[in-house]
């Protein structure tokens, strides 16, 4: 009797690997499961990196280049640009090569591929997995299933979904702290860390700091009225102006860029992670900060509470004196820490595991 053939499957990820977004890190997350899954045949298309026979590399220019830092002037931002000119090369790439499931987290690339699948790849389904704050209608058009990451976004979405006669699931994005392990200087780096917080307290904040949805400036307002038992460690791009800032004296702040695996490091030494965005896609970090038994703080919608399931660490972050009330709350701070660490632990291990979600992951790639 012959076997059931495989089901190719196609995870898009134009960014990887010269682009430290979190969507990034779940599509490489993702294809390091699926990749062991028996009855499929994963690969992983991507923007940068190294080749091999699983993971393919489809070169443009990248958004810093003066190019699309030119055309982002005429039309949308350079990031637009790199999305547009991958397209271009996955158009042909799917010409050449058949697949039964596209898995994106990109909307140029979904729409896109929608439009020309006809030519491009008649019968070849499209999960798109929406990695940005929209309720627009459109992904429903073009997408065959639509996996939804916030929950916010499901509640309007599922309704119209319906409507239109189209999969629409509710799955979180998924971490294992044992994925990878820590890359080579990991230990000089803790002893750096430690050394920067010494008997401080120290606040964990992960990701750029100039972009206007993540809403940094009102942590930075709170964090100048801070006493100097507190110190900031930013893990992201900080422009110098806003370094110069934040830290005058030059010892409470510390930046640092670093690799997924590195970042494994820095959690288990912070006191709190602090994520100020107003409507945040999902929050790969903080379910990376609830692993490592974090503390964190969120804005207070319920989005973050499904996120951290209590609403002592879901505040309103439009006001920078929210942030300040709450770390200056000895209650919160000095009683509440062992035991909130102790049970965002074992919320994430009930609800962002693998092993938690795999089966729902599989159903998107299912017959």
């Known amino acids: 009797m012959m076997a059931n053939k495989k089901r190719k499957v196609a995870i898009i990820a134009f960014g990887m690997e ?11 997350m993702l294809f390091e499961r699926l990749h062991k899954e028996s009855g499929m045949d994963v690969f992983l ?16 220019p990248k958004r810093h280049t003066w190019l699309n830092r030119f055309l982002g002037k005429i039309r949308g931002y350079n990031i637009y640009w790199e999305q547009v000119w991958f397209l271009f090369r996955l158009g042909f790439h799917l010409l050449r090569n058949r697949y039964d499931v596209l898995y994106t987290q990109e909307y ?35 997408a065959d299933i639509l996996q939804e990451v916030n929950k916010d976004n499901y509640k309007v979405l599922a309704p119209l979904a319906k409507e239109c006669g189209k999969e629409i ?4 994005h998924f971490f294992d702290p044992r994925w990878e392990s820590p890359d080579e200087g990991w ?6 860390v430690i050394e920067f917080k010494v008997d401080r307290k120290m606040i964990l904040y992960v990701g750029p700091t100039e972009l206007r949805e993540k809403n940094f400036h009102v942590l930075e307002q709170a964090f100048h009225k801070l006493g ?9 791009e900080v422009p110098q102006a806003c370094r110069t800032s934040l830290d005058p004296s030059g010892d409470r702040l510390k930046v640092l860029c670093l690799t997924h695996s590195l970042m494994q490091v820095i959690y288990p030494l912070a006191d709190v992670f602090i994520l100020p965005s107003l409507d945040e896609p999902f929050g790969i970090a ?15 919608t319920e989005h973050s509470l ?29 009683e509440s820490f062992e035991q909130i660490s102790f049970k965002n632990q074992q919320y994430f291990l009930k609800t962002f595991t693998w092993e938690h979600l795999k089966k729902d992951y599989l159903q998107l790639f299912a017959e």
């Open 18 to 28: 010269h682009c430290n977004r979190g969507v990034e890190t779940h599509a490489r």
């Open 45 to 60: 298309i991507k923007g940068s990196g190294k080749s091999s026979a699983h993971e393919i590399v489809l070169s443009v």
């Open 108 to 142: 140029v690339h979904m729409v896109g591929v929608g439009k020309m699948r006809k030519w491009l790849a008649p019968g070849m389904r499209i999960v798109y997995c929406e990695g940005f704050i929209s309720t627009h209608g459109t992904r429903l058009k073009y």
């Open 169 to 172: 699931k509710l799955i979180p």
């Open 187 to 192: 230990e000089k780096l803790k002893e750096q």
């Open 228 to 236: 100097s038992d507190w110190c900031l460690l930013i893990c992201g």
């Open 286 to 300: 903080t379910i990376e900060a609830l692993s490592h038994g974090l503390p964190v703080l969120l804005h207070d």
């Open 306 to 334: 499904w996120l951290c399931n209590d609403p002592n660490q879901c505040i309103d972050m439009r006001e920078a004196a929210n942030i300040l009330s709450k770390l200056q709350d000895k209650t919160f701070v000095e």
